[in-house]
């Protein structure tokens, strides 16, 4: 702002505004209802107006004379305007306050800070309240105050608010230099500084969370090796294809050599390495030993036995399997007939396991397959034996003898008729051949007829006793007698009948006899030879014998030889059947005891020893495998639980001492945090007193994972199915990233606390500080802007009031040359007019009379000259004139005035006014409408005819055209009577000098 200097405005003084103000109120005080009243008023306003333009310029040479003492009020003003500009310490922006925010100290002395850069010296944010009027309301003069007083106590605030203006305006101002230490620029900087420390704290909340993930890091390593050595553990017990078995796979492969574990023949017997490897990396060491126990465990289809259980029962198993043996053998040997007769081997089989009984059911396994070696070994024998067998009925059939019998029963080991039906046998073919010799011309009784005696006629000879005859004939033709018994008879018969007779030959005859070589001699006898009966007969029946011995009975066999073979088919039969009840009992014990092999036996085949193993009722059982087995399946599992033990103990071991790391890394994590937590809420505290900021503590801060997500997923993923259950490892990383959020939360806090005191940063939220600085600034500014508008004020008034006054005499110049010139010309006519009125009125009226009224009224306000009772002339005279109406200029004034005219002046009578001046002419002449029997009627006054009425009552009353019967009766103003009205003398010239006379010029200030 331009500062105004004092001299040059000392020339003009009164504001055109104060000269104009009385006219217009004086003019505008009341209403006039009458053309007098208001000609009165407007005269008295004008001559108020030339009285005050002649105080003018006395008042400017007052000022001239110097500047007058300033008035109480201006002095403790002034006062106050200068404690206005004193500068003060801020609430806020104090070093004493600030420095001792905690670890404030601490961060300046870190970053050279000087403190005195937080001591900020700051002004009132208001602007004192002035109580003065020049400036406000101009020079006035109502105070009692002299002018130039006035324009003393004008130039005096002006200054003031100048020097405030450019102060505030300074302390408004941004620092242009870090050293600044007053008003805002130096708050923003110690703001800058407190933005830097309160970042600093949230740094350090930052550099916490830097530690944890230090920590964690360390935790790491250490904790490495443990979840290495657990993570090879737990892929090994538990397989599968989780992420952490891939892992591992990918890093020690041959830990998942499962056979390579289990590569020896007691668990080979029972798996093979595949089936190893595929169980362990499917499942893992785990699986592999439950797999081992179930399997051990396991009795199938209603076994008696395990493979946990069989060993300490092998003996008994044994025992009941020698039993089962002996019986098969004895079944065999009694049944031995079924084995060759009728069903045959299959028969006997299938009845077998119904024939004898086992404990342990094995009698079940007495099967085809149990014996085929023996069957097989039976059947050539049985049918070797079936082809002599054979051989030897179609021999004897041959010969003439019924073997039936006899070969019924030659498989029939328990029979004691067969020796007897053989000698039957026997008997028939030799005595068949002594049926044969002593048949035809050689019959027995033609023999018995040439026995003679020889010491008898031949009358005594014919007639000779028949008791020997008879007894030859009963020994010879008993076919069930045997040759060797007949010989004996004959003998025994001979000696008894004596030797004195003869048989009498008519020719020579053969006797045969078999030699050592078996072969028939021959030899003959004479036919002169003397042969007792005994002897010739005995002779035969030696033919038969040698027959017997040597002639075939077919092609085949001898019937010597035939008896002999089915002697020895029967003693065949019978070693068949013991030695076929020993081969059944060695096959039972072989298969069923001692296994077909050592490799069945020591179940050394790889996967050949299962559960099926040790039923003893199942096909394929064989004790000494199920004991091989049982004692494998118990070696494997004792080696599986070994290593699962083994791996256990380790992984336990790396687990507890994991769980210790973790522990220990909870703990010291807590003891950080809680240590921040701490310091931060006992600082928020501080800070809470030393700025009312509150410091809420920080919400929802966590202690412990939650169960759901606290542990590792790739234990947890990895045990989900173990039998050992979940293994449940700490995930360190949750724990550090919950403490995160806890920093964060209480971070949060901090900032949100730090925020109320310096706002998110200058320009942005809101902040007590941020607030205050703001606020001071928006103070400064108004404080600024309201002291500049107040100079300004006193700069305009006072520079208002001399160019006003300047503009006034001029203008009243101005208007007294027009004045005079106007009163010269227009007065002799007004004079003339008014003369003519006292006798004829409306002849007077006629014409221009409006511009000679106001002509005259100037006049009669001429300075000390205006009197009352010309005033009261010149009215008349007008309202004679506006009576009549005549003048073109003037008209019939509107109905609402006719009435009020016409109340004043005769109320009773009236009566036509009376809606007018209660409703008002322009409501009274409303028309309204309304339907009547379906058409629109309109009602209302006829305003147009009631007009009419009034303004002929209204002439009638004050005046018609032509009447002429108004004058007007006062005395002539007195500027009419003057000896002279012209320019020269007289009353015009005495007019203009009093017009000069009311203009005073001031002393030294030019016109």
Not at 308 to 334: G, M
């Amino acid at each position: 702002m331009k500062q105004r200097k004092l001299a040059p405005l000392f020339a003009v003084t009164l504001s055109l505004q104060l000269v104009l103000s009385p006219v217009i109120g004086f003019a505008a005080d009341e209403k006039k209802t009458s053309a007098s009243d208001v000609i009165l008023g407007t005269s008295e306003a004008f001559a108020t107006s030339i009285q005050a333009a002649g105080q003018i310029w006395s008042t400017v040479n007052q000022i001239k004379q110097g500047n007058q003492g300033l008035s109480g009020q201006a002095a403790f003003d002034m006062q106050k305007f200068q404690e206005q500009q004193t500068p003060q310490t801020d609430k806020y922006f104090n070093m004493q306050k600030l420095a001792s925010m905690p670890g404030m100290t601490e961060y300046m002395a870190m970053n050279n800070i000087n403190p005195a850069m937080l001591e900020c010296k700051t002004l009132p944010t208001t602007l004192h309240e002035a109580k003065n009027e020049v400036c406000s309301l101009g020079v006035t003069t109502d105070r009692g105050v002299a002018p130039a007083a006035q324009l003393s106590e004008m130039q005096a605030y002006s200054n003031q608010y100048f020097q405030i203006n450019k102060m505030y305006r300074n302390y408004s101002a941004d620092s242009n230099s870090a050293g600044q230490l007053f008003g805002v620029g130096c708050m923003k900087n110690a703001m800058n500084i407190l933005n830097g420390f309160f970042k600093y704290r949230l740094d350090e909340l930052d550099k916490l969370t830097t530690n944890l993930e230090a920590m964690q890091n360390q935790f790491r390593e250490a904790s490495r090796s443990d979840l290495d050595a657990i993570e090879e553990s737990v892929a090994v017990l538990e397989g599968g294809d989780s992420e952490l078995a891939n892992k591992v796979k990918s890093k020690k492969p041959d830990l998942f050599d499962f056979g390579k574990r289990f590569d020896n023949p007691a668990c080979t017997s029972m798996f093979a390495k595949d089936s190893f490897n595929q169980m362990g990396r499917n499942k893992g060491l785990n699986a592999i030993n439950q797999t081992l126990k179930n399997t051990m465990s396991e009795k199938v289809n209603g076994s008696k036995y395990s493979g946990e259980s069989y060993s300490a029962s092998h003996s008994a198993v044994v025992e009941d399997l020698n039993n089962l043996a002996d019986k098969v053998a004895k079944q065999a040997e009694l049944r031995f007939s079924e084995l060759t007769d009728g069903q045959g081997y299959a028969g006997f089989l299938k009845n077998l396991p119904n024939s004898v009984s086992s404990v342990n059911g094995a009698n079940n396994l007495l099967t085809n397959d149990l014996f085929s070696d023996v069957q097989t070994s039976f059947a050539e024998k049985s049918q070797k034996l079936q082809n002599d067998f054979n051989t030897i009925a179609s021999e004897l059939s041959a010969g003439g003898a019924n073997p039936g019998k006899a070969l019924s029963i030659v498989k029939n080991l328990t029979t004691e008729n067969f020796d007897k039906e053989v000698t039957t046998i026997e008997n028939q073919l030799k005595n068949g051949c002594l049926s044969s010799t002593l048949s035809g011309g050689s019959s027995l009784d033609t023999l018995l007829d040439r026995i003679y005696d020889p010491t008898a006629s031949d009358f005594a000879n014919k007639n000779a006793s028949n008791f020997l005859k008879e007894k030859l004939k009963t020994i010879m033709a008993n076919d069930k007698t045997s040759p060797e018994k007949k010989l004996s008879e004959l003998k025994n018969l001979e000696s008894v009948a004596g030797n004195r007779y003869y048989v009498k030959m008519d020719n020579s005859y053969e006797v045969q006899e078999t030699d050592a070589s078996g072969n028939i001699v021959t030899r003959v006898v004479d036919a002169s030879s003397k042969k007792s009966p005994s002897v010739f007969f005995s002779d035969i029946i030696r033919n038969c014998d040698a027959q017997f011995k040597v002639n075939k009975l077919d092609n085949q066999l001898s019937g010597a030889e035939a008896i002999q073979k089915l002697r020895t088919l029967h003693s065949s039969y019978k070693n068949l059947a013991k030695s076929h009840a020993s081969e059944m009992k060695a096959a039972l014990k072989k298969k069923l005891i001692e296994c077909e092999s050592s490799e069945d036996a020591n179940s050394s085949a790889i996967g050949s020893c299962t559960s099926e193993r040790f039923n003893t009722s199942a096909a394929g059982f064989c004790a000494n495998a199920a004991l091989s087995c049982s004692k494998n399946m118990q070696s494997c599992n004792q080696q599986a639980e070994k290593f699962v033990t083994e791996i256990k103990a380790q992984k336990t071991a790396r687990v507890n001492n994991y769980k210790a790391l973790v522990e220990k890394n909870k703990k010291d994590i807590v003891k950080i945090f809680d240590s921040a937590l701490s310091k931060y809420m006992k600082d928020g505290e501080l800070l809470r007193g030393m700025f009312g900021a509150g410091f809420s503590s920080p919400s929802g801060i966590e202690r412990e994972v939650p169960e759901g997500s606290r542990y590792l997923n790739l234990f947890t993923d990895a045990t989900s199915g173990s039998p050992d259950g979940k293994l449940l490892l700490e995930d360190p990383d949750k724990y550090v990233d919950m403490f995160k959020k806890n920093i964060t939360a209480l971070k949060k806090s901090v900032e949100d606390q730090q925020n109320q005191i310096v706002g998110g940063g200058l320009g942005k939220n809101n902040g007590l500080l941020a607030d205050h600085i703001k606020q001071t600034e928006k103070n400064y500014k108004e404080v600024a802007s309201s002291a500049e508008k107040f100079a300004d004020k006193c700069d305009r008034n006072y520079s208002e009031y001399v160019k006003a006054s300047e503009q006034q005499r001029n203008q009243q110049n101005a208007k007294n040359q027009e004045l005079q010139s106007e009163l010269g010309e227009k007065l002799p006519r007004f004079c003339k007019k008014y003369e003519t009125a006292r006798s004829n009125a409306m002849g007077a009226c006629k014409g221009e009379i409006t511009d000679l009224f106001d002509a005259a009224m100037k006049a009669a306000n001429r300075s000390g000259q205006t009197s009352y009772s010309d005033g009261q002339a010149i009215a008349e005279f007008r309202d004679v004139c506006d009576g009549f109406g005549n003048e073109s200029s003037s008209t019939t004034p509107d109905v609402e005035t006719m009435c009020a005219e016409l109340e004043k002046k005769d109320p009773a009578s009236n009566k036509m006014c009376k809606g007018v001046i209660e409703k008002g002419w322009a409501e009274l002449c409303k028309k309204e409408s309304k339907q009547v029997d379906g058409q629109t009627v309109t009602t209302g006054v006829d305003c147009k005819s009631l007009e009419s009425q009034i303004s002929k009552k209204y002439l009638g009353t004050f005046g018609g055209s032509g009447s002429g019967a108004i004058t007007v009766t006062s005395s002539a103003p007195s500027f009419c009577t003057a000896a002279d009205n012209s320019n020269r003398g007289g009353f015009m010239q005495k007019l203009n000098e009093a017009i000069k006379s009311s203009v005073p010029q001031p002393t030294g200030v030019a016109r």
